[in-house]
């Protein structure tokens, strides 16, 4: 069994600490102290289980052992892997999937609730695919597109549509080693073919396979997600919003919104703002409703409409815990089944909402975009008429403010100003090395690690070494706990050069791009970035690293994987899945290395496992000096830019928070 921590060595964010004494002393199980008393397997972590058939389970835990079909440790392994990618790719893909049939429904009417928010977004992303956009009517352009986008799927040859939209010379690379896929689904079918037992048994040949299928997760499905929430929910901008369970309200009825896909989560939004419901809540003797997030969905409110976080994948069962929460409406995905039984100690409501997802135990009200803000208000109703039954609450009192929306297309705009929006200006500050490099810092929580601890940690360090960060997923949510993501805060904690940046174009030293799906946004980035010119031809030139340092979850071994292939160093942190164990079976770590050595050589890109933060840092900034030096960029250097002073910022510094973010980032869209 492993050791019993505290809650202290659990997370590292205060609210959270506060609610595992609370479970403690409530004799309540949460995912911190079942981590506790489960013990990972030690050989299904290493990738050494094969139960793919009825021959086994067979466990290779000695040199040269094979499985009842012959099959070796790499094939086992690799197999294992491609499996967690396709169904990483299958569960962002099928997300992206029910946008683009949301977005046809929308065209034709037949979508209550819903309008077009983005026309200039739809514009821009149909006439990229030749769709004609000129003298047409939103819902025509938007009917085509979402024609276009649900072919993706089910398409059986050629290429996928959005993988255009890559650097020229990354296509290549793709079609000179057949990895560009051919259809979402086939790709992700095949996997699951190759893999059945009897086929493929060559381990590079199968992990070329899960190149194309994260491909057709990345330059397909989650791209297909990303553009369809923000052509129908518009595409995000700096917005105010907050982050962590202080933002649950004693006073007011509080519906927890959880899982991944906008189109219900909006609803909700915009039905809890309707003036019957809230005389229902009023009659119910709440001073309204209010609306927090969990995971990506709280991403994807939070940036758009600045409806507050109430934390990552840990704090589902923490948000529960405060005894405060009259509804949790979850849809797919991150979703823990723990909920119902920690539900039956207090009177929250698990509300299941789609037809992929049913918990036992839980109330269904199943969504159906047809009739979307009947069914957000039906869910509403649940919940205040839940008000009445709540029972003692702990809330701690710890929020922090954020401001989040950072979309590829504002960052462009922020850039350069609407006549002349441009990645100019983040090109030229790494060039003259005022900022270092990126570092994408993305990813899940993982209750084997201490909770936001890596994240934070990784964060800050990267920015002393004036490394700019964006974030997406529950590590932007991490670091907006910590007060990282507000324009000032932690400024004098940056390096020089990238707080001259920061304070001359008025943003956060680290920006929040979105949820997970969202990772496509940073695609998109380095792909301008390349083509604004002076940092190589390709992404795998730029001085930049992905980083997954709490990962659990499949799709985060399908992002890692896509952002590979694209050409990023890619660090997960905790444990390898087909770490193999080297000490004790010869060459049973052959796939761990060919994701590194092997892919690197194909796709200029590798995907590696570090455990200790400090090493992943160590590796980031050697990967970032390695590619500015191929660049023939200047070496970094920390002292070469001082402060810049700027009398501005220094003016704004005087000013009270809300004052503060107004002047810098303008109202908040509503
Ligand atoms: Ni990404 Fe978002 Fe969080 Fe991990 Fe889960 S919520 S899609 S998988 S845990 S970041």
Redo the contacts with the bound molecule.
């Keep these: 069994m492993a050791k019993k921590r505290s809650p202290e060595e659990h997370s590292i964010d205060p609210a959270a600490q506060q609610m595992i004494i609370r479970a403690d002393q409530l004799g309540i199980s949460t995912a911190f102290s079942r981590a506790d008393d489960m013990a990972p397997c030690n050989i299904g972590s290493a990738g050494m289980c094969c139960k793919l058939c009825g021959m086994g389970p067979c466990r290779l835990t000695k040199d040269g052992q094979t499985g009842i079909c012959g099959a070796t440790l790499d094939t086992i392994q690799a197999r294992n892997l491609i499996r967690a990618i396709a169904a990483g790719a299958a569960a962002h893909s099928d997300h992206g999937r029910d946008m683009a049939f949301t977005l046809k429904a929308v065209a034709n009417g037949e979508a209550e609730g819903y309008v077009i928010r983005d026309v200039a977004k739809l514009r821009v992303v149909a006439a990229r695919y030749n769709i004609p956009i000129e003298g047409r009517a939103p819902e025509e352009i938007a009917n085509d597109l979402a024609d276009l986008y649900i072919a993706q799927f089910g398409q059986q040859r050629g290429e996928v549509a959005p993988a255009i939209r890559a650097p020229k010379k990354r296509q290549e690379v793709w079609r000179q080693h057949g990895v560009m896929p051919r259809g979402v689904d086939r790709e992700v079918v095949e996997s699951l073919h190759r893999t059945h037992i009897g086929d493929d048994q060559d381990p590079e040949h199968i992990l070329e396979h899960a190149i194309r299928t994260a491909l057709s997760d990345g330059w397909g499905g989650s791209m297909i997600a990303t553009d369809v929430s923000d052509i129908l929910f518009g595409t995000p901008a700096p917005v105010l919003g907050q982050a962590n369970l202080g933002v649950l309200k004693e006073d007011m009825v509080n519906v927890v919104v959880h899982g ?1 896909e906008p189109t219900l989560s909006e609803m909700i939004v915009a039905a809890s703002q309707d003036p019957e419901i809230i005389e229902y809540a009023k009659a119910a003797g709440a001073n309204g409703i209010n609306l927090s997030g969990i ?2 969905t709280a991403n994807e409110i939070l940036m758009r409409q600045g409806i507050p976080a109430a934390g ?2 840990l704090q589902q069962e923490l948000a529960i815990l405060t005894g405060a929460v009259e509804a949790m409406v979850v849809d797919v ?2 979703i823990m089944q723990a909920l119902v039984e920690l539900a039956r100690n207090f009177h929250t409501e698990i509300i299941t909402t789609s037809a992929k997802v049913k918990l036992k135990g839980a109330t269904h009200i199943q969504f159906d975009e047809h009739k979307a803000l009947t069914i957000a208000k039906d869910i509403l109703r649940h919940a205040i008429d839940n008000y009445k039954n709540r029972g003692e609450t702990q809330i701690p009192d710890i929020r922090e403010d954020l401001v989040p929306g950072f979309s590829h297309e504002y960052i462009s705009y922020m850039l350069g100003g609407s006549y002349r929006a441009s990645f100019r200006p983040l090109n030229d500050a790494i060039m003259t090395g005022r900022i270092r490099g990126v570092a994408a810092v ?4 993982n209750p084997r690690s201490q909770h936001d601890y890596l994240h934070t940690h990784v964060t800050r360090e990267l920015l002393k070494q004036d490394v700019l960060v964006v974030e997406t ?3 932007a949510i991490a670091s907006a706990k910590l007060g990282l993501l507000l324009g000032e805060a932690g400024l004098d904690q940056v390096g020089p050069g990238l707080r001259e940046i920061c304070e001359t174009v008025g943003i956060p030293p680290v920006l929040h791009m979105g ?3 969202d990772n496509t946004r940073i695609l998109t980035v380095l792909t301008e970035m390349v083509e604004e010119g002076g940092l190589g031809d390709d992404i795998d030139q730029i001085p930049a690293v992905g980083l997954a340092p709490e990962w ?2 499949e ?2 071994l399908s992002i890692g994987t896509y952002c590979v292939a694209s050409g990023a160093y890619v660090i997960f942190g905790g444990s390898s899945p087909v770490s193999g164990m080297p000490d004790r079976v010869a060459d049973s770590d052959i796939v761990q290395r060919y994701i590194s050595e092997g892919w690197e050589k194909l796709y200029g890109g590798k995907l590696e496992f570090v455990a200790e933060p400090d090493e992943m840092i160590r590796l980031t900034l050697e990967h970032i000096d390695k590619k500015r030096a191929a660049l023939g960029l200047p070496e970094y250097d920390p002292n070469r830019f001082g402060r810049s002073g700027d009398a501005r910022m220094l003016a704004l510094e005087a000013l009270p928070l809300e004052e503060r973010q107004a002047a810098l980032y303008g109202a908040p869209n509503q």
């Design positions: 991944h995971c990506c990552n994948f995905q991150c993305v990813g899940c929580n997923g529950c590590g949820s997970c799906v659990m979850s799709k985060a």
